[in-house]
């Protein structure tokens, strides 16, 4: 199958963070072209050729209900009066993941699981370039879910867990998705400030303000290995993060962007080492 290449605007790709009251408070304009030419398609999104049957594995309720079990409502206090919204999850006992812009400017963070049980957090990663925040939590909270080494393949099917506050209560929706292709994405960082890319993938999903920084959960296939933690084939079952949620998609409301681990996330050894706090640097521009 030829590889026809692709430049999907994404202008002013938005879901980025939620942001009270004011609504999405980080914009971006990003290009991107397949890294396959399996899923090559038009810039609706539309794939191009059969998806691989071999990846297209059942997502079954052991991955549905790691994904939530890891899944964090993420609320920063920053930047006046405003309170910004996003998702997190837990990826070590004490560990959560989430995209910076989601806590860019925070002054205090709160995380609450499924159960209704609330902590603070502190971040000690604060990637700009790549959206990628990384956050201690202050008692425990949440189950963590294994990361794969292995970044998403296109036609790979999964989760993501995207916790909602509704009427004062806290719901949960697991929302089955396909990778669609996997991108490089051309963007800014979260200032705009500088040109930056990001290795990434499409997904069929529709997500919505407050849903960034969910992670993209994928079941176990007969070839995922060792465990990415561990080095052990025991531990090797899965259900493992792939990826978190970036955008959502300005031409396709039922499409959006997802980012993959950089290998120092993907470290359990470096994770370990990252115990002091960092500054979440500046609000965002409005």
């Known amino acids: 199958m030829s590889c026809r290449t692709l430049v999907v605007a994404l202008l002013a790709a938005i879901a980025i963070a939620g942001c009270s009251p004011d609504g999405p408070d980080a914009r971006a304009v990003a290009t991107t072209t ?60 004490d560990l959560a993941i989430t995209a910076a812009h989601v806590i860019a400017g925070a002054t205090e963070i709160e ?44 036609g790979e099917r999964g989760v993501v867990a995207l916790p909602r506050w ?37 997904i069929d999903a529709s997500i919505e303000p407050g849903n960034s920084g969910s992670l993209v959960v994928v079941p176990a296939s007969s070839d995922t290995g060792t465990s990415p933690d561990t080095g052990d084939p025991a531990a090797a079952a899965g259900p493992f993060g792939v990826g978190i949620v970036w955008a959502r998609s300005n031409r396709n409301d039922a499409s959006a962007w997802a980012i993959d681990l950089p290998s120092e996330v993907l470290d359990p050894a470096h994770r370990a080492t990252l115990t002091d706090p960092v500054h979440p640097g500046p609000c965002l521009p409005s």
């Open 111 to 154: 995380v609450t699981d499924i159960d209704g049980n609330r902590t603070t957090a502190t971040p000690v990663l604060f990637d700009p370039d790549l959206d990628l925040a990384l956050l201690r939590v202050a008692d425990p909270i949440g189950t963590p879910i294994r990361l794969r080494a292995e970044a998403a393949m296109a």
């Open 34 to 93: 397949p890294r396959s030419p399996e899923v090559a398609g038009d810039v609706a999104g539309d794939v191009a050729g059969e998806v691989a049957s071999d990846l297209a594995l059942a997502v079954d309720d052991t991955t549905h209900s790691a994904a939530a079990a890891a899944a964090l409502d993420l609320r920063a206090e920053r930047c006046g009066p405003r309170v910004g919204f996003g998702t997190a999850s837990m990826i070590d006992a």
């Open 166 to 202: 509704i009427g004062g209560e806290l719901q949960l929706e697991v929302e089955v998705v396909t990778v669609v292709r996997t991108v490089n994405i051309s963007t800014t960082d979260i200032y705009r400030e500088g040109d930056v890319d990001r290795a990434g993938f499409e």
